[in-house]
């Protein structure tokens, strides 16, 4: 019989303020919906004393940190669901017109690539790609220099706060 994790309120508070923090000096935005977000953020607990990280507790983890490190929250897919649909898959966080209310927060659908396609890409990636042929394009702030590789530049550079119209591809 497997023993049932509890987590405390103030541990759940904790994370909750310290998530906080780390959105605002970011440029995301958690979602407004406190009772909903403090479910996820107990679902995060939970995973962390489950499996050693805290992966989405929307999501279906192995229990293999390598195998999961893409949906360790926040998860790979973050800035791509909140570019595209306003908010991240399990919408802990959202993009500011969800944020501010204009919009209502919908289901996303599932952006995480099949297991078989994630193994596949991780050979090809410790292959070594050959150069000018990488995974993902490189996006650069033009204000202050910050790279990122992924299909989108982000809504907010994380750094310098300077809005998406900044980055340019750098490769």
Known sequence: MKKEIEISDAA??????????EAEASGYHLNNDRKFVRELVGGLLVNQQRYG???????????????????????????????????????????????????????IPERRPPASQRRAAKAEISAGAPLGKLSQPVWRCKVCGYLCARGEPPDICPICKAKKERFERFM
């Open 12 to 21: 759940v508070d904790a994370l909750l303020q310290k998530l906080q923090r």
């Open 53 to 107: 990280y805290a992966a989405c507790p929307c999501r279906l983890a192995a229990g293999e940190k390598a195998a999961d490190l893409d949906i360790i929250c926040p998860c790979d897919y973050r800035d791509a669901d909140l570019n595209e649909f306003g908010a991240c898959f399990c919408a802990l966080y959202v993009g500011p017109e969800v944020s501010e209310g204009r919009k209502q927060a919908a289901s």
